[in-house]
């Protein structure tokens, strides 16, 4: 099992930044991708950025050039930097966490950090 704890969200201004953080602990060996999600209510979570462990990213178009992905060199732990923030980006963020067991996988989810992004 894979256990996922967020932090970094909060309130703030259109055109400001936040840093998001996720911390991995568990079956760390056994993590193929991690990635954020967002949730606005009455929209269906989307995705907003993933990392591989072979250092594959992709990004929603929505996002493209206002947010970057990272993470530290164990992989256990990934950020998401966000600058240029806009009301559309208003959401609850899940960590997410793929496994890769016997060619099948695993999707593991932190309990999300609230982002309000205010005109």
């Known amino acids: 099992q894979v256990q996922l704890v967020e932090s970094g969200g909060g309130l703030v201004q259109t055109g400001g930044s936040l840093r998001l953080s996720c911390a991995a602990s568990?079956?760390?060996?056994?993590?193929?991708?991690m990635g954020w999600y967002r949730q606005a209510p009455g929209k269906q979570r989307e995705l907003v950025a993933a990392?591989?462990?072979?250092?594959?990213?992709n990004y929603a178009d929505s996002v493209k050039g206002r947010f970057a992905i990272s993470r530290d060199n164990a992989k256990s732990t990934v950020y998401l930097q966000m600058n240029s923030l806009k009301p559309e980006d208003t959401a609850v963020y899940y960590c997410?966490?793929?496994?890769?067991?016997?060619?099948?996988?695993?999707?593991?989810w932190g309990r999300g950090t609230q982002v309000t992004v205010s005109s």
């Open positions: 568990g079956s760390i060996g056994r993590i193929n991708t």
């Open positions: 997410n966490a793929d496994t890769i067991m016997e060619y099948k996988v695993s999707r593991f």
């Open positions: 990392i591989t462990r072979d250092d594959k990213i």
